[in-house]
């Protein structure tokens, strides 16, 4: 579910030209979450 919520985020993030968009603020934090667990 994580990864599935990583993936979405990129997708959007690539997807969408608005800055701010671009990067998704919780991708770092949920990769640590989900390399850690």
Known sequence: MLRL???L???VGS???VPGLGKC???ET???FD???
């Open 25 to 27: 603020p919780a991708v």
């Open 9 to 11: 985020c990129a997708v």
């Open 30 to 32: 949920v990769a640590d």
């Open 15 to 17: 997807f969408a030209q």
């Open 5 to 7: 919520t990583l993936l």
């Open 35 to 37: 390399v850690q667990k």
